[in-house]
């Protein structure tokens, strides 16, 4: 009952900066969580952030931290992912997700609705 459209994605230079961005709509609970996940050709599905429904809590995977913020718009519906000091390595689809519990949001299978991905490519 949770429709999440990522955008922003696109073909930047390593060193360069990108805003993701994660709609929501629906007929659910307003209270979920949102984290962004990512999947490179060849390997799994892979935690990026997280943050809690009053962005109390944030979370991020050692590979990002210092260089990626997750932040939301409770008004506007939407969570975002900047991503600043981009690497080759950041190269994968991303994926916003929703999560209505109070689950560990690490873990890609405790979420309950996933947008359709968006391509990040950073070239070296």
């Known amino acids: 009952q949770v429709q999440l459209v990522e955008s922003g994605g696109g073909l930047v230079q390593a060193g360069d900066s990108l805003r993701l961005s994660c709609a929501a709509s629906?007929?659910?609970?307003?209270?979920?969580?949102m984290g962004w996940f990512r999947q490179a050709p060849g390997k799994e599905r892979e935690f990026v952030a997280a943050?809690?429904?009053?962005?109390?809590?944030?979370n991020y995977a050692d590979s990002v931290k210092g260089r990626f913020t997750i932040s939301r718009d409770n008004t506007k519906n939407t969570a975002y992912l900047q991503m600043s000091t981009l690497k080759p390595e950041d190269t994968a689809v991303y994926y916003c997700?929703?999560?209505?519990?109070?689950?560990?949001?690490?873990?890609?299978?405790?979420?309950?609705?996933w947008g359709q991905g968006t391509q990040v490519t950073v070239s070296s």
């Open positions: 629906g007929r659910s609970f307003n209270n979920y969580a």
């Open positions: 943050i809690r429904w009053r962005a109390v809590s944030t």
């Open positions: 997700a929703a999560e209505l519990g109070f689950s560990d949001l690490r873990v890609w299978n405790n979420y309950d609705y």
